[in-house]
Nanobody
């Protein structure tokens, strides 16, 4: 089973960039499709992006397509989310997990706040 720790969040102005990291543990990490999700205040958690276990296939939600890039380093057991052209509506707690997500694998998340 995969366990994760997210980091890299912070406060940034609209138009800025952040890079999130997700450090994972578990002997079979490299075999998992991994994904990023986010939850804004008062809203349900939503899917952001996912990447195949080999890292050769990615998929993004329409709201972040063209601005965010997901990547995966199996040797480091780390998943990244490069976020460019950030908007205030990207403000949320960002989580990584397997895809489909495992209920026991949710971490604490990392807060991203985009000011206008």
């Amino acid at each position: 089973q995969v366990q994760v720790v997210e980091s890299g969040g912070g406060l940034v102005q609209a138009g800025g960039s952040l890079r999130l990291s997700c450090a994972a543990s578990g002997p079979t990490f490299s075999l998992y499709t991994m994904a990023w999700f986010r939850q804004a205040p008062g809203k349900e958690r939503e899917f952001v992006a996912r990447i195949s276990w080999r890292g050769d296939t990615t998929y993004y939600s329409d709201s972040v397509k063209g601005r965010f890039t997901i990547s995966k380093d199996n040797a480091k057991k780390t998943v990244y989310l490069q976020m460019n052209s950030l908007r205030p509506e990207d403000t949320a707690v960002y989580y990584c997990n397997t895809y489909p997500p495992e209920s026991a694998a949710w971490g604490q998340g990392t807060q991203v706040t985009v000011s206008s």
